[in-house]
T-cell receptor, first 110, second 115 residues
Framework: DTAVSQTPKYLVTQMGNDKSIKCEQNLGHDTMYWYKQDSKKFLKIMFSYNNKELIINETVPNRFSPKSPDKAHLNLHINSLELGDSAVYFC?????????FGPGTRLLVL | DQQVKQNSPSLSVQEGRISILNCDYTNSMFDYFLWYKKYPAEGPTFLISISSIKDKNEDGRFTVFLNKSAKHLSLHIVPSQPGDSAVYFCAASGAGGTSYGKLTFGQGTILTVHP
């Protein structure tokens, strides 16, 4: 009965590679988000989608491209990975103003 | 520019006593506030929220107080239990316009409840 799920949970890769993180929610929510938690533990929003339409894009390098095939999925594709991309990435979905988070994907770029 | 601040990085409390976690914000456009709890290697879990039209919201052992004039909110946990030990994040939303749905988080407070 997982509400918001992400795969993979851990991702270790080399600089310059391209990788994707998948997110799915079974809560029936219309809005989904990607957040990044950096080494200082701050959680910062990257993107949000409402019914497959991009509504928030927070000064994120264009190497990051979200894709929403349907309102239950919001995937994050990252091109040409850099060392500074190492972080924990959280997906979330929302009902009204409350957001519900996935377990996170721990990305380590070597 | 940190619009939501949790100035106490950590808090240690005895089991059964009250835990008070504090949060300050600077953006007067925020109109909805949330507290999340996070265990290691898990995602943040929604705990309790409050709209700016209220000054208090209670749910079981958890109560959130909002002081709009001071731009301050606090989370009270009473009685505290060892299972409450986690990182607590304060978050705010509603700064209008295209910011709808965007949560701005504080940096978190590590709560440790000792048996």
């Amino acid at each position: 009965d997982t509400a918001v799920s992400q795969t993979p949970k851990y991702l270790v890769t080399q600089m310059g590679n391209d990788k994707s993180i998948k997110c799915e929610q079974n809560l029936g929510h219309d809005t989904m988000y990607w957040y990044k938690q950096d080494s200082k533990k701050f959680l910062k929003i990257m993107f949000s989608y409402n019914n497959k339409e991009l509504i928030i894009n927070e000064t994120v390098p264009n190497r990051f491209s979200p894709k929403s095939p349907d309102k239950a999925h919001l995937n994050l594709h990252i091109n040409s990975l850099e060392l500074g991309d190492s972080a924990v990435y959280f997906c979330a979905s929302s009902y009204q103003e409350t957001q519900y988070f996935g377990p996170g994907t721990r990305l380590l770029v070597l | 520019d940190q619009q939501v601040k949790q100035n106490s990085p950590s808090l240690s409390v005895q089991e059964g006593r009250i835990s008070i976690l504090n949060c300050d914000y600077t953006n007067s456009m925020f109109d909805y506030f949330l507290w999340y709890k996070k265990y290691p290697a898990e995602g943040p879990t929604f705990l309790i929220s409050i709209s700016s039209i209220k000054d208090k919201n209670e749910d079981g052992r958890f109560t959130v107080f909002l002081n709009k004039s001071a731009k301050h909110l606090s989370l009270h946990i009473v009685p505290s239990q060892p299972g409450d030990s986690a990182v607590y994040f304060c978050a705010a939303s509603g700064a209008g316009g295209t910011s709808y749905g965007k949560l701005t988080f504080g940096q978190g407070t590590i709560l440790t409840v000792h048996p």
